[in-house]
């Protein structure tokens, strides 16, 4: 399996991948592929709360097509990544149904989630080479293929 998404976390190597999803996590690594190195981490740092989980969605035709769940220690420091099971990853959902039940999941199985962040594929990829990320969000968010839930503080005064 690729490690590339973990090492751009900078993720311990003793607490490595669990659960992750073969064909999500290929998905996430094509792309991922072009990415500026150190933007993962970045983004984690600047908004996932420490002690919490973060979520991304990535749909296309409104079945998730890639996800990653990042768990953050106390010090938020990335412990560990998967991808998101259950009926969020089920067929027939709509985006906003499946980003709800993305964050119930993992609030059930990683504890507190402090940021769901859903996007269509279109958008995620516009996302990734922008220049202006907040540009690019806002952009999403007007097309209704964005989901936040919950909105952490950072990114809101971010995307104001």
Same mark, same amino acid.
């Given at each position: 399996? +690729?490690?590339?998404?973990?090492?751009?976390?900078?993720?311990?190597?003793?607490?490595?991948?669990?659960?992750?999803?073969?064909?999500?996590?290929?998905?996430?690594?094509?792309?991922?592929?072009?990415?500026? +190195?150190?933007?993962?981490?970045?983004?984690?740092?600047? #908004?996932?709360?420490?002690? $919490?989980?973060?979520?991304?969605?990535? #749909?296309?035709?409104?079945?998730?097509?890639?996800?990653?769940?990042?768990?953050?220690?106390?010090?938020?420091? +990335?412990?560990?990544? /998967? $991808?998101?099971?259950?009926?969020?990853?089920?067929?027939?959902?709509?985006?906003?149904?499946?980003?709800?039940?993305?964050?119930?999941?993992?609030?059930?199985?990683?504890?507190?989630? /402090?940021?769901?962040? #859903?996007?269509?594929?279109?958008?995620?990829?516009?996302?990734?080479?922008?220049?202006?990320?907040?540009?690019?969000?806002? $952009?999403? /968010?007007? /097309?209704?293929?964005?989901?936040?839930? +919950?909105?952490?503080?950072?990114?809101?005064?971010?995307?104001?």
């Amino acid at each position: 399996m +690729p490690h590339r998404i973990a090492h751009a976390l900078a993720l311990d190597p003793a607490a490595g991948l669990r659960d992750v999803d073969q064909a999500q996590w290929a998905h996430l690594e094509m792309l991922l592929e072009d990415a500026a +190195p150190g933007e993962l981490g970045a983004a984690v740092n600047a #908004f996932v709360a420490a002690g $919490t989980s973060a979520v991304v969605g990535i #749909f296309d035709d409104d079945l998730l097509w890639a996800s990653l769940v990042v768990s953050v220690d106390n010090s938020g420091k +990335p412990v560990s990544v /998967s $991808t998101v099971r259950g009926p969020a990853a089920e067929p027939g959902s709509d985006m906003a149904k499946a980003a709800g039940e993305a964050v119930k999941w993992v609030q059930a199985h990683h504890g507190p989630c /402090s940021l769901g962040f #859903f996007v269509d594929k279109a958008h995620a990829e516009e996302l990734l080479k922008a220049s202006d990320k907040a540009a690019a969000i806002r $952009t999403a /968010s007007a /097309s209704g293929r964005l989901v936040l839930s +919950p909105v952490p503080a950072a990114l809101a005064i971010a995307l104001a």
